[in-house]
């Protein structure tokens, strides 16, 4: 990629590593990212107020220090602040870790601070509804044919998906039932239907985030309390196959074959996360990703074409 563009400084929290902050959830492996094993930089094009696209070179040369923002093309001054506020919002850089890592200290001293997420909370639904109910391998497929088909090498903007059409989406993108749910979020958010920054506004509460989440069209509990993370609230669990699957397997526990028997597992699972609250989300997701390591090496050693396509399947946790 050329590097005639214009060059962004992002400041960075003391301490920030870019590897363990990209590397950190699954999402990193969705297209339109791409994390380079080799270089240890992550690409990622975002769209400009305009919806153009910037395709980006994100690096940082050791810990702690700025972030650079290799850009493709020249950034107008008016443009730089929204472009680097993406690459923040993915990075979580406005997040303060100081209570999480008295929570939790092996995290602290393990380096599991911010959780990669996208430069959107748009992008964000999206990627969430196309990893509900599916295996991930698929997960991986839907977005990066939406990317390529519909995109055009950034993820799309609402307009572009609901200019689409959920036939095409479904045709084109193999995302099954999830087109309609897709592109109707999309046409909400045009008309004014959703306001999606409401959602972001840190004063939410989280039983009324997680309350408001579900109300969106095609989203489930699952699905609310996922987005709920993604919105830096962690005190609610977002529980499936491999939640009930990493529990028994870590703790020990017979996984129960009765819905009521899940439903005495469900809260077991959250009386025992609700040791770290606020963070039960977090304290999961650290446990798991930890497991994960031990057995694949550090997640930014992952390669998204070999290791990221198996990621949080019961291939990669090696258990059927």
């Given at each position: 990629m050329s590097h005639a563009g214009s060059t962004l400084t992002l400041p960075v929290p003391r301490g920030f590593d870019l590897k363990k902050a990209v590397c950190s959830y699954g999402y990193f492996l969705l297209a339109p990212n791409h994390w380079?094993?080799?270089?240890?930089?992550?690409?990622?094009?975002?769209?400009?107020?305009?919806?153009?696209?910037?395709?980006?070179?994100?690096?940082?040369?050791?810990?702690?220090?700025?972030?650079?923002?290799?850009?493709?093309?020249?950034?107008?001054?008016?443009?730089?602040?929204?472009?680097?506020?993406?690459?923040?919002?993915?990075?979580?850089?406005?997040e303060d870790q100081r209570a999480?890592?008295?929570?939790?200290?092996e995290a602290k001293k393990r380096g599991f601070g911010p959780m990669f997420r996208s430069p959107t909370l748009f992008e964000d639904i999206v990627k969430?509804?196309?990893?509900?109910?599916?295996?991930?391998?698929?997960?991986?497929?839907?977005?990066?044919?939406?990317?390529?088909?519909?995109?055009?090498?950034?993820?799309?903007?609402?307009?572009?998906?609901?200019?689409?059409?959920?036939d095409n989406l479904k045709a084109q993108c193999k995302v099954g039932y999830r087109a309609e749910r897709i592109v109707r979020l999309a046409r909400d958010v045009l008309d004014g239907a959703l306001d999606l920054a409401w959602f972001e506004a840190p004063q939410r509460e989280s039983d009324a985030l997680f309350d408001a989440l579900k109300a969106i069209?095609?989203?489930?509990?699952?699905?609310?309390?996922?987005?709920?993370?993604l919105l830096g609230v962690y005190d609610r669990l977002a529980i499936d196959t491999e939640?009930?699957?990493?529990?028994?397997?870590?703790?020990?526990?017979?996984?129960?074959?009765?819905?009521?028997?899940?439903?005495?597992?469900?809260?077991?699972?959250?009386?025992?996360?609700?040791?770290?609250?606020?963070?039960?989300?977090?304290?999961?997701?650290?446990?798991?990703?930890?497991?994960?390591?031990?057995?694949?090496?550090?997640?930014?050693?992952?390669?998204?074409?070999?290791?990221?396509q198996n990621f949080t399947a019961a291939v990669l946790s090696g258990e059927v």
């Open positions: 380079d094993v080799k270089r240890r930089v992550l690409y990622r094009p975002v769209r400009t107020s305009r919806g153009g696209l910037v395709r980006c070179v994100v690096r940082q040369n050791k810990t702690g220090s700025a972030l650079k923002l290799l850009c493709n093309r020249a950034v107008p001054r008016g443009e730089q602040a929204f472009v680097k506020a993406q690459v923040s919002r993915m990075l979580r850089l406005d999480w890592f008295s929570a939790c200290p969430t509804i196309t990893s509900c109910n599916v295996t991930w391998r698929n997960t991986t497929t839907m977005n990066r044919m939406m990317v390529e088909r519909v995109g055009h090498g950034g993820f799309p903007t609402p307009r572009q998906l609901a200019d689409f059409g959920a069209h095609g989203l489930g509990p699952y699905a609310a309390g996922n987005l709920c993370h939640t009930y699957r990493h529990f028994c397997h870590h703790y020990g526990v017979k996984r129960p074959k009765t819905a009521a028997g899940l439903t005495k597992l469900d809260r077991k699972i959250e009386r025992h996360y609700a040791a770290l609250s606020p963070f039960q989300f977090k304290a999961y997701w650290f446990e798991l990703w930890c497991d994960y390591e031990s057995r694949y090496g550090r997640a930014w050693t992952w390669d998204r074409e070999t290791t990221g």
